[in-house]
């Protein structure tokens, strides 16, 4: 075989061992990154103590917003500050959420067991009733966080809600999955 040949011959192998397998990985990682993993990143203090300041999070992307769980960690658009956002879910469709200045959260009239909230007492008090589709959002740490008692329209809309937030990556301190 002549220089020229063996050339080509090489190129082709390098081509077949290393730059086709490359770019399938990044099309894989790609996709997941699209479509299954979501990296969030939390700036303020709102979920503390269960959320740090500045921490780097692992979400799973979320198509069937029918099926959300009350006490799950939800990242979602918010049209009215146009940003996105991280907090607790704790209203469902169609039901009637009632906030006591204690800090007590009651459910359709039930109160609702929060062991993961931050300086509950915070002297709000209010009732929200959770139009169909949408959800009420609030952060652990309630008297730091500017959430649904606050806004001006405190329902956020099904289509809204982007992934649920499942690992914390940073701080590594609190590195593991989130509970």
Do not use: C
């Amino acid at each position: 075989m002549d220089k020229e040949t063996i050339e080509k011959f090489d190129l082709r192998q390098f081509l077949r061992s290393w730059v086709l397998p490359l770019a399938a990985e990044i099309a894989v990682l790609l996709v997941i990154f699209n479509f299954v993993i979501n990296i969030t990143y939390v700036p303020s203090g709102s979920m503390i103590p269960t959320i740090a300041e500045h921490s780097v999070l692992i979400s799973l992307r979320e198509y069937n917003t029918g099926e959300l769980q009350r006490g799950e960690i939800y990242s979602f658009h918010s049209d009215e500050l146009d940003k996105t956002l991280i907090k607790r879910l704790i209203g469902l469709p169609g039901e009637t959420v009632r906030i006591e200045g204690n800090g007590n959260i009651y459910i359709n009239d039930e109160r609702l067991d929060e062991p993961y909230v931050r300086n509950q007492e915070y002297g709000y008090t209010g009732t929200f009733v959770v139009p169909e589709g949408h959800y009420l959002f609030l952060g652990d740490n309630r008297s730091g966080s500017n959430d649904a008692r606050f806004w001006e329209e405190p329902y956020i809309a099904s289509e809204e809600v982007i992934s649920r937030a499942v690992f914390t990556l940073f701080p590594f301190s609190n590195f593991g999955p989130l509970e």
